[in-house]
Structure formats: C-alpha cells, structure tokens
C-alpha cells in the first residue's frame, strides 16, 4: 500500500542527506590521514570522533522522526535498515583511521590511497542519492555505479593483500595493516549493502 | 495496528527473561575464566557449552511460541531478531572462551578483565529489562546505558590493542590475544544492537 | 495473509533452485582447489568468478521478479533475505579460493577437506531443499541437518585452529590460514542462517 507523501514528511530526506553529507566529510578526513604522519593522524582521528557523534544524532533523530510519523516515505523496517546501514559505513571509516593511529602505522602502500578514492566517490553517490529518494526508481544509476566501485574496491583490496603478504613486512606489521585494508573494504561493502537498500525501496515503490 | 495482549502472551516476556538469565549466567562463567589457569578454563568451556545449549532451546521455544500464537507482544520480526541477537551474544562469549582454551594463552593483560565486567554489567541490565518488555517505553534508561557501556568498552578495547603491540608479545601471541579481545569487543557491539532492537520495538509501539 | 499461490508464481522457486544449484557447484571447485597446486587453483578461482558471476545475475533477477510480482510465495522481506544469505554462501567460499591463491598456500591440513565436505554436504542439502520452498513446513529435515553440520564444521575448526597453532607453521604462515578455515567456518555459519530463514518462513505459513 502506498502512501501520498505531504510536505512535512520531507524531514526523513533531510535527515538522510544529512547524513550523506557526514559521509562525505568522514572520507575528507581518511584521504588526509592516508597521506599523514601519526601526530596529524591523531588530530584527525579527534576531528572523526567529533564527525561521528553528529553521524549518531542524525541516527537519533532519524528514530525519534519515525517514532512521531504517522506516515512514514517507505517502510519503516527500510527506514531503520538504511539508517543502520549508513551507520556501518560511517564506523568502518572511523575504525580504520583509529587502527591507523593505535597501530603507529608509518607510510601506506600507494594502493590505500585508491581504496580511500574508491570509497570517496561511493560516499559522494550516496550523498547525492539521499536527498532524491523521493523518486528511488530515478537512482538506478546510483546503486549500479556504487555496486561497480564495490567490485573495484575488491580487486583493489586483493592487490594490496598480495602487496602486504609479499616480503617486506615483518608479521607484526602485517597484521596491523591487514586489518586497515580488511576495514577499508568492508567500508567499501557497507556502501553497497546501502545502496541494496535503496534498490530495495525503489522495487518496491514501484 | 496495536494487539491487547492477551495474559497467555505472556509466555514470551518469559521466554526473553530466560535468554537474559542466561546471559549473566555466560558472564559469569567468562569472569571466572579470565583469571583462571588453562585447566580450570577448559572446564569452564564445558559448563558454558550446556549455559549454550539452554540458550540454544530458549531460541526454539521461542520460534515454536512465534508460530503457535496467533498474536505476538510485537511485530514477528521484531521477536525473530531480538531472540537472534541475544543468540549472538551468548555465541560471542562462548568464541571468547573458546579460543582462550585452543590457544593456551595464559595470564590475560588486566584490561581484559576490566572489558568483562562491561560485559557483565550490559548483561545485567538486559536481563533486568527482558521481563519488563510488556512496558518497552519504559525501557529508555536501559539502551541509553547499554550504549554507553559500548562506548566504553571500544575504549578499553582500543587501550587493549595498544598494549597487546606494545611489544611485550610475539607475532603469535598478538593473533591469539587480538582475537580474545576484538571478539570481547564484538559481544559489547552484540549487547548494544539488543538495545536497538527494544529501542525500535518501543519506537513502534508508543 | 496467505495468498494462494498461481502457477505463474514458481518463477520463484525455480530462481531458488538455479542458486542452489549454483552453491553445489562452488562447492566442487572449492573441493578441487584443496587437493589442488596454486597454478591450478588460480584457473578454479576464475572459474569461480564464473560461477559467482551467475549466482549475481540470478539474485537480480530474483530482484527483478519480486519486483514485478503482484504476490510473492511468502513475505517480499523474507525473498530478499533467503537471496542475500544465499549469496553470502558463495561470498564467503569464493573468498577463501581467493585466499588461497593471494597467499599462495602450499597444501592444506587434512581437516581442511573435512571442513569442505561439511560445506559440500550443507550446500546439496540447501540446494535440494530451495525447489521444495513451496511446502517449507516440509523441510525440518533439512534444517534441522544444516544446524547439526555447522556445529561439526565448529568442532572441525577448532581443531584446525588448534593445528594451525601447534607449532609448525611461523606466524605469517599462521595468518594465511587462519583466514582460510575462519571463513570456510563463516560459510557453514552462513548455510545455518540460509537454513534459519527457510525455517522462519515454514513458520509463518504453518
């Protein structure tokens, strides 16, 4: 059954894109941390930790909106999913950086720095996609797209396995940037299972 | 659409409660073992392994409950996730003890205790709030604090990783103490999307 | 509601049927690549792209169905989620091939290939059950089967662990195939949810 949206329902796209756009300001923040020393890092992870808590009101927010909406633009059950669901991306980002800065990780291999381009172009899909999901059948594109950066991401990902495992680290520091390049591409999938979503919605508002 | 409950409904509150006791149960057995030597900890593996299969019966009781009642406290997907998330609580904590026991780790660094009694604690109230779902409004202070002990455990678990590469430990003694700690660390994530959980199902019913 | 179904609904079931059909044979490529040497298992990981490539085109259509369907055979939420569970399963065996062949592995413990049939013997099971969805009340059997091989691919596992850490492999070597046997371990778990949703969805129609 579909509902005809009224104007005050528009508070569920502002939320989203809200959050597309923390998205985006998350995946400034890991570009630089790529190219940074630890004391940089360190400073970045504190301004990540500050990206992540408006990424939890949003959240909040989000649940409060459905809570006193009659009506809500899909299903509920889909407004939860999506909302966790960029959550997750937002989390991976954040863990990545701060197993950066825990791990005292010096210069990444150059393939991280395609990875974290990989996910900036996802994010920025996603914050485009946000606030046009008033018409989900429209963000075809978006999702084929998000999904084909997911698929790069992984040959990426594979590439940089092989790179790790292939001499120069002693075990140690391969296990430290194992786990950053394994987060880096579960960020990576995050965006896919969102944009999953909104194929989701688009199927069955259609 | 909102059901009265009926009193026969209330099998499933008690169902729920189990799982929590259970729960406490499993925290119990996981403290004693943290500052336990290798043998006594195998035999607490053994006990945590039937405190697993009581939980396991719960989550069938409660899957048989779901189908032979015409109405449910909640949604029916709320009752399938909530009970599949307690399970991967109790799973976490099994994994935890588990790998202690194959790995032969001996005396764990103290913050791993310190990231128990979290556990222990996040148990504690979601078994307090389990019998009390019929009210699930009333349940506001139990997932903002749920909440905040993860929040607290990532910070132990973060100092935990730190100290684990400090040096102290070899390549393999790093893999085998990361794991213990990053699953600890997950089963404090597990404990928190139970909090979700009843949070969306008081969203729902208010 | 139950609707009953029409003929023009078996689509579904036959979509069903070719992913498990397409699970079977993963599992034979993954079975050769065990007993296998690294140039051969890099021709079997291209020909499991194949065989994932197959199992995407067959999620979408399932997509594509659900979404031109006035009546689904049971709950639209529970054809998306029997379809994503189903793809974790060839997810997680292609990723361990994967594996297998970045970290160019020598020959595997004897364990290994227990742990694969265990997977071989869940995926038949799974792809024997999908054509018979339409009477999933039927299917106890075979849920009841697919939980008791996950928990002997959890015994068989822990013993590979315990293997893997007894001391003739250096910490590198450690790395390599814990990744390995943790996410055939993930594949098992993953028949066990595939098999959990059937049970689910026998539930409701009962």
């Known amino acids: ?73 899909f299903d509920r059950e889909d407004v939860y999913q999506l909302g966790a669901r960029l959550d997750d991306c937002l989390d991976l980002m954040q863990k990545a950086l701060d197993r950066m800065v825990v791990y005292r990780v010096g210069a990444l291999p150059d393939a991280v720095g395609e990875l974290v381009q990989v996910l900036s172009r996802q994010a920025e899909l996603t914050s485009e996609a946000m606030p046009r999901l008033r018409s989900p059948a429209a963000l075809s594109d978006y999702w084929v797209e998000v999904n084909r950066l997911e698929n790069q991401a992984d040959q990426i990902h594979l590439r940089l396995l092989a790179e790790i495992f292939a001499g120069g680290y002693d075990a140690v520091e391969i296990i430290k940037h ?14 896919e299972l969102v944009a999953q979503t909104v194929e989701t919605i688009a199927v069955k508002g259609s």
Request: some cysteine; glycine content about 4%.
């Open 178 to 191: 194992k786990e950053i390049v394994d987060t880096l591409e579960a960020a990576a999938d995050a965006f």
């Open 1 to 73: 059954m579909r509902f005809r949206l009224r104007p005050q329902d528009d508070g569920f796209f502002e939320l989203f894109a809200a959050t597309g756009a923390i998205l985006v300001e998350a995946c400034r923040i890991l570009t630089e941390a790529i190219g940074s020393d630890p004391v940089r890092r360190s400073e970045l992870s504190d301004a990540m930790e500050e990206v992540e808590h408006r990424g939890d009101e949003s959240s909040h927010a989000l649940v409060r909106k459905v809570n006193s909406s009659y009506l809500t633009p």
